[in-house]
C-alpha cells in the first residue's frame, strides 16, 4: 500500500474518533440531565407524601375554640386530599420546575457540537471508503 492510502485510512480513524467523542459528549450530558429531572420528580414525590400526610393528620381534627370548648376542623375525604395535593400541594410547583429545568437543559446542548460530531463521523466513513477504493485499485 502506498503513503496516500495509509493517510487516508488515518484520517478516517481520526475523524470517526474524534465525531463519536464529540456525540458521546452530548449522549452523556442528556443523561445527566435525565438523571437530574428523576431526581427532581422523586423529590416531588415526597414532597407529595408529605403533604398528604399533613392533610391527613389535619382533617377531623379539634382545635381549642374561644373562650373555651373545641372547635373540629372538616374531615376531608382521601380522594379529596390526594386531588388537593396534586393541585394545591408543593409537588405541583417542584414537578412544573423540574420539567422546566429539564427543558432548557436538553437545549443548552450544543446542536453545533452534536452536528459537527455527526460529520465528522460521516466524514470519516467517506475517507475510509475513498482509501479502501484506493488499496483495491
Known amino acids: ?23 458521546a459528549l452530548d449522549v452523556m450530558q442528556a443523561q445527566r440531565n435525565l438523571t437530574g429531572f428523576k431526581v427532581r420528580l422523586d423529590e416531588a414525590a415526597e414532597k407529595r407524601q ?30 379529596a386530599r390526594e386531588q388537593l395535593a396534586d393541585q394545591l400541594g408543593p409537588s405541583g410547583m417542584v414537578e412544573r420546575q423540574a420539567l422546566t429545568d429539564f427543558v432548557q ?3 443548552a446542548i450544543s446542536k453545533h457540537r452534536l452536528w459537527l460530531g455527526i460529520s465528522l463521523l460521516f466524514a470519516g466513513v467517506i475517507v475510509g471508503y ?8
Not at 399533613?54 to 382521601?78: E, V, W
Open 105 to 107: 437543559a436538553q437545549f
Open 50 to 79: 408529605e403533604h398528604l400526610d399533613h392533610l391527613a393528620r389535619q382533617s377531623g381534627r379539634s382545635i381549642p375554640g374561644f373562650g373555651g370548648g373545641s372547635i373540629k376542623l372538616p374531615t376531608i375525604a382521601n380522594q
Open 1 to 23: 500500500m502506498n503513503l496516500a492510502v495509509y493517510g487516508l485510512n488515518t484520517a478516517a480513524l481520526l475523524f470517526q474518533l474524534a465525531g463519536a467523542v464529540l456525540v
Open 130 to 137: 475513498t482509501a479502501n477504493m484506493l488499496a483495491v485499485g
